[in-house]
């Protein structure tokens, strides 16, 4: 039920930010915080426990969920920021870099390391293609998007262009890897 309220507030937030903006109705672009807001203390419910204790150095589901709940804060903060910006300076004298680094926050951040995590516990039971390959997409992946946020928030191009490839190797062996354990016969 709460996964359900999480994506609606999610949804409608995201409604009437689009429509604000298109339309260029303030209230309507401001309105989406207190419902983002109301989503992520959804998400901090259900999924913050997992960050306390989480096995760091060990391959496992528990640190995808983990590192996804700071993922989701760096969102929300560049997110608010980027609304409020878009709010008093107008969209000529904003810098869209704000929402492609909340938009990998998101996406890269808490998405992919949440699939990730997923396709760990549905893999449980079945031998690991590649087992330092788990250990690698997921220190190499993340520590990537943290350069890439940073590099988007500072206007820092040359870094931009050196974290993308790191990320993108990073999820693509791991959806290899995955797909290979995945596809493996149960042990």
């Known amino acids: 039920m709460l996964g359900r309220v999480q994506v609606t507030l999610l949804f409608i937030g995201g409604i009437l930010l689009a429509v604000g903006v298109l339309l260029n109705i303030q209230p309507l672009e401001g309105i989406f915080i207190p419902l983002d807001a109301a989503a ?4 901090l419910v259900r ?23 700071p993922w989701a804060l760096v969102n929300f903060g560049i997110t608010v920021i980027a609304v409020i910006l878009l709010i008093s300076k107008g969209p000529a004298g904003f810098n869209f870099n704000l929402f492609i680094a909340a938009d990998h926050a998101i996406f890269l951040g808490v998405m992919t390391n949440l699939a990730f995590g ?3 516990d549905f893999a449980a039971d079945r031998p690991r293609a590649w087992p330092s390959t788990e250990n690698v997409v997921f ?33 693509l ?6 797909s290979m ?3 493996a016969a149960q042990a």
């Not at 992520?40 to 998400?43: A, D, G, K, M, Y």
């Not at 999924?47 to 709940?69: D, K, N």
């Not at 062996?173 to 995955?178: E, K, L, M």
């Open 47 to 69: 999924v913050g426990p997992r960050v306390v204790g989480a096995p760091w150095l060990e391959a496992t589901a528990a640190r995808h969920y983990a590192i996804a709940v």
């Open 40 to 43: 992520l203390v959804i998400f």
């Open 173 to 178: 062996a791991g959806i290899i890897a995955f």
């Open 181 to 183: 354990r995945l596809a």
């Open 118 to 120: 997923l396709m760990h």
């Open 139 to 171: 220190w190499v992946m993340n520590i990537a998007l943290a350069g890439f946020v940073v590099a988007l928030l500072t206007g820092t191009q040359a870094a931009e262009k050196f974290f993308v490839p790191f990320q993108g190797i990073a999820i």
